[in-house]
């Protein structure tokens, strides 16, 4: 065939430019002039240019139905191309038969609607999967098959759409190996095209960022976040830190002691070394929180003189009242057979050595003892006892003895009150005028348990150990005794607050495995680098370190203040919380970036069977 007419034919199939002359003829003459006969090539061909077009008579929604079901039978030539089922000229020829129907409106509307469709099939069939598992109570895999689904008919982040639209684009039919490679290209490149340009723009405020205090206060919310071990972990260190209270009036708690996470506990010991300022602040906070519990302590105490008060005013009271009851003796009606044949017997019971203390105590006090059956005598012996149980209850007593003399003076008591109401008025004023006085003897017995002489540092494990019931027996004598019979129940929560203040400071300073101090001092390279979507691990890379150091270079005053602002911001836990809670994408915008990821990579994932959709 001569070159004008072969240039005629390329004109007007410019799909075909690769194919040599002979195929070229033959096949266009095979499928757009049927069984017309033509003569060999050096000959003059007849071609009936009036050919009627195979659509004309179609509705509109019909050439829209068989666009839609080429889309579908070109994805499965594709396929059937990738296995070797379909060759490329099968695929040529597939083009230049729908040529006709592609070039209507509505048959191209189709067939870009049903290409659509194809790529957002393998992903619907996931998740059909899905719900279908789900329903059948396999929970896992109903996740991993509804998860798959999403990831196929929306990538999210830049690997994995690169990953499905290079399938994509492989998946569609070509007529060539360029075809084949531009088409994987496209549906790569486009699928990750938004994710990348946020992914970008997120890199370059993350650049800026360390210049501005918005940006740095985001910054070091991140590093606190991811300290604190990120997303609901961080989220209660957050709400910890905001409901912060002082335990103890006057002690004021660090951002680990509000928080009680690990992480932010480590993360405070190593960015409050590294700041100077940071460190002597911290210093003084714990000698001033130190120093309101042990006043707290003291003010239960009443060290300021108030238990001497108490004590003398007890004394004095209870005297005149004994004194009384001493004069006015046994009451006759309650002197009967059988009382006195209690005195007796309680007479045999006691021994020389009660009867001595009782002596000397009276002989000291300028008196006489009396008989030991009137209510003078049994008043010395009462007050002999008492000396008897302090001085068992002491390092050196014996707990045995101490059982024996307390059971021996409470039924010494019993009696007396029984021979002697005013004795027995006497008690129960001596008694009332005793608890506040037995609250301060507690308190002062806890201090010299657990307050360390040299600094008056109140040590939290003796603190814990000596805060029992224990502790109200002993000072009291009186074995049935515990803490809530003794203290008030406001003073038992101070005794039990200054408790807690000592468990939270003990927590920040041990808890926690210890955070590189280079961490700290590269704030701006780190955050650079999160924001680039990288893995951590590609920090490590040969050359990796090189570049931070560069960026450090540019970064050194920003690094600086931000370490600064995070050391002394654990000192402040509403201010510790404020950054993390800047550091937190709002629900709107994390929404609208989510989503325009998931449209973005969707669309590009889609491209290449767009473009499949123009080729004739």
């Not at 209510?375 to 007050?383: E, R, S, V, Y």
């Not at 926690?512 to 920090?539: C, E, H, W």
């Given at each position: 065939?001569?070159?004008?007419?072969?240039?005629?034919?390329?004109?007007?199939?410019?799909?075909?430019?690769?194919?040599?002359?002979?195929q070229?003829?033959?096949?266009?003459?095979?499928?757009?002039?049927?069984?017309?006969?033509?003569?060999?090539?050096?000959?003059?061909?007849?071609?009936?240019?009036?050919?009627?077009d195979?659509?004309?008579?179609?509705?509109?929604f019909?050439?829209?139905?068989?666009?839609?079901?080429?889309?579908?039978?070109?994805?499965?030539?594709?396929?059937?191309?990738?296995?070797?089922?379909?060759?490329?000229?099968?695929?040529?020829?597939?083009?230049?038969?729908?040529?006709?129907?592609?070039?209507?409106?509505?048959?191209?509307?189709?067939?870009?609607?049903g290409?659509?469709?194809?790529?957002?099939?393998?992903g619907?069939?996931?998740?059909?999967?899905?719900?279908?598992?789900?329903?059948?109570?396999?929970g896992?895999a109903?996740?991993?098959?509804?998860?798959?689904?999403?990831?196929a008919?929306?990538?999210?982040?830049?690997?994995?759409?690169?990953g499905?639209?290079?399938?994509?684009?492989?998946?569609q039919?070509?007529?060539?190996?360029?075809?084949?490679?531009?088409?994987?290209?496209?549906?790569?490149?486009?699928?990750?095209?938004?994710?990348?340009?946020?992914?970008?723009?997120?890199?370059v405020?993350?650049a800026?960022?360390?210049?501005?205090?918005?940006?740095?206060?985001?910054?070091i919310?991140?590093?606190?976040?991811?300290?604190?071990?990120?997303?609901?972990?961080?989220?209660?260190?957050?709400?910890?830190?905001?409901?912060?209270?002082e335990?103890?009036?006057?002690?004021?708690?660090?951002?680990?002691?509000?928080?009680?996470?690990?992480?932010?506990?480590a993360?405070?010991?190593?960015?409050?070394a590294?700041?100077?300022?940071a460190m002597?602040?911290?210093?003084?906070?714990?000698?001033?929180?130190?120093q309101?519990?042990?006043?707290?302590?003291?003010e239960?105490?009443?060290?300021?003189?108030?238990?001497?008060f108490?004590?003398?005013?007890?004394?004095?009271?209870a005297?005149?009242?004994?004194?009384?009851?001493?004069?006015?003796?046994?009451?006759?009606?309650?002197?009967?057979?059988?009382?006195?044949?209690?005195?007796a017997?309680?007479?045999?019971?006691?021994?020389?050595?009660?009867?001595?203390?009782?002596?000397?105590?009276?002989?000291?006090?300028?008196?006489?003892?009396?008989?030991?059956?009137?209510?003078?005598g049994?008043?010395?012996i009462k007050?002999?006892?008492?000396?008897l149980?302090?001085?068992?209850?002491?390092?050196?007593?014996?707990?045995?003895?101490?059982?024996?003399?307390?059971?021996?003076?409470?039924?010494?008591?019993?009696?007396?009150?029984?021979?002697?109401?005013?004795?027995?008025?006497?008690?129960?004023?001596?008694?009332?005028m005793?608890r506040?006085?037995?609250?301060?003897?507690?308190?002062?017995?806890?201090?010299?348990?657990?307050?360390?002489?040299?600094?008056?540092?109140?040590?939290?494990?003796?603190?814990?150990?000596?805060?029992?019931?224990r502790l109200?027996?002993?000072?009291?004598?009186?074995?049935?005794?515990?803490?809530?019979?003794?203290?008030?129940?406001?003073?038992?929560?101070?005794?039990?607050?200054?408790?807690?203040?000592?468990?939270?400071?003990?927590?920040?300073?041990?808890?926690?495995?210890?955070?590189?101090?280079?961490?700290?001092?590269?704030?701006?390279?780190?955050?650079?680098?999160?924001?680039s979507?990288?893995?951590?691990?590609?920090?490590?890379?040969?050359?990796?370190?090189?570049?931070?150091?560069?960026?450090?270079l540019?970064?050194?005053?920003?690094n600086?203040?931000?370490s600064?602002?995070?050391?002394?911001?654990?000192?402040?836990?509403?201010?510790?919380?404020?950054?993390?809670?800047?550091?937190?994408?709002s629900?709107e915008v994390?929404?609208?970036?989510?989503?325009?990821?998931?449209?973005?990579?969707?669309?590009?994932?889609?491209?290449?069977?767009?473009?499949?959709?123009?080729?004739?």
């Amino acid at each position: 065939m001569d070159k004008i007419k072969m240039s005629a034919i390329r004109a007007k199939f410019p799909m075909y430019q690769d194919m040599p002359d002979d195929q070229l003829v033959i096949g266009v003459h095979r499928k757009f002039y049927g069984n017309v006969p033509f003569k060999d090539f050096n000959s003059s061909i007849q071609y009936d240019t009036q050919k009627p077009d195979p659509t004309e008579g179609m509705s509109g929604f019909d050439k829209f139905r068989a666009g839609v079901g080429k889309a579908m039978v070109d994805t499965g030539r594709g396929l059937g191309q990738m296995v070797g089922a379909v060759s490329r000229d099968d695929v040529a020829e597939s083009r230049a038969l729908d040529a006709p129907l592609m070039d209507t409106g509505a048959g191209m509307a189709g067939n870009i609607a049903g290409n659509v469709g194809m790529a957002l099939a393998p992903g619907g069939i996931l998740k059909g999967a899905g719900i279908a598992a789900k329903a059948a109570g396999l929970g896992s895999a109903a996740n991993a098959l509804s998860t798959a689904g999403g990831i196929a008919m929306a990538p999210t982040n830049i690997p994995t759409a690169l990953g499905v639209g290079a399938v994509q684009g492989a998946i569609q039919p070509s007529a060539s190996n360029g075809e084949t490679i531009g088409n994987i290209g496209l549906g790569a490149v486009a699928s990750a095209a938004v994710p990348a340009l946020i992914r970008g723009g997120q890199m370059v405020k993350a650049a800026i960022d360390p210049f501005s205090d918005s940006g740095q206060s985001g910054i070091i919310g991140r590093a606190m976040r991811e300290a604190a071990g990120g997303g609901a972990s961080a989220d209660d260190a957050v709400r910890n830190m905001r409901a912060a209270t002082e335990l103890v009036p006057g002690s004021l708690p660090t951002a680990a002691e509000a928080a009680q996470n690990p992480g932010i506990a480590a993360l405070q010991r190593t960015a409050m070394a590294t700041d100077p300022v940071a460190m002597n602040a911290g210093a003084a906070r714990q000698t001033s929180n130190n120093q309101a519990r042990l006043n707290a302590l003291r003010e239960l105490a009443g060290t300021d003189g108030k238990r001497e008060f108490f004590a003398a005013n007890r004394e004095s009271t209870a005297d005149g009242l004994y004194a009384a009851a001493r004069r006015i003796g046994i009451d006759p009606a309650a002197l009967t057979p059988e009382a006195q044949a209690n005195i007796a017997a309680f007479q045999q019971r006691i021994p020389d050595s009660v009867m001595a203390e009782a002596q000397q105590l009276a002989k000291i006090n300028g008196e006489t003892m009396g008989p030991e059956g009137s209510i003078q005598g049994l008043h010395w012996i009462k007050k002999g006892l008492d000396s008897l149980i302090k001085r068992e209850a002491g390092p050196n007593g014996s707990s045995d003895f101490l059982r024996a003399y307390t059971g021996l003076k409470s039924d010494l008591m019993a009696g007396i009150e029984q021979l002697s109401p005013k004795y027995a008025e006497a008690n129960a004023t001596y008694a009332a005028m005793s608890r506040p006085i037995n609250q301060m003897d507690v308190a002062q017995e806890l201090i010299n348990k657990s307050v360390r002489p040299i600094d008056e540092r109140v040590m939290p494990g003796m603190y814990a150990k000596s805060l029992n019931d224990r502790l109200a027996a002993k000072v009291t004598g009186i074995q049935s005794n515990t803490l809530g019979k003794v203290m008030e129940p406001g003073q038992l929560d101070t005794m039990r607050g200054v408790e807690a203040d000592l468990a939270r400071m003990l927590f920040s300073e041990n808890a926690g495995r210890g955070v590189g101090s280079d961490t700290i001092q590269k704030l701006a390279y780190s955050n650079i680098m999160n924001k680039s979507g990288l893995p951590s691990f590609m920090s490590d890379i040969p050359g990796a370190g090189l570049l931070g150091r560069f960026a450090d270079l540019g970064y050194k005053r920003s690094n600086a203040e931000m370490s600064s602002k995070l050391a002394q911001s654990m000192l402040d836990p509403q201010q510790a919380a404020q950054h993390m809670e800047k550091a937190i994408m709002s629900p709107e915008v994390e929404r609208i970036l989510f989503g325009a990821k998931r449209i973005g990579a969707g669309a590009g994932a889609a491209s290449p069977y767009l473009l499949n959709a123009t080729k004739e």
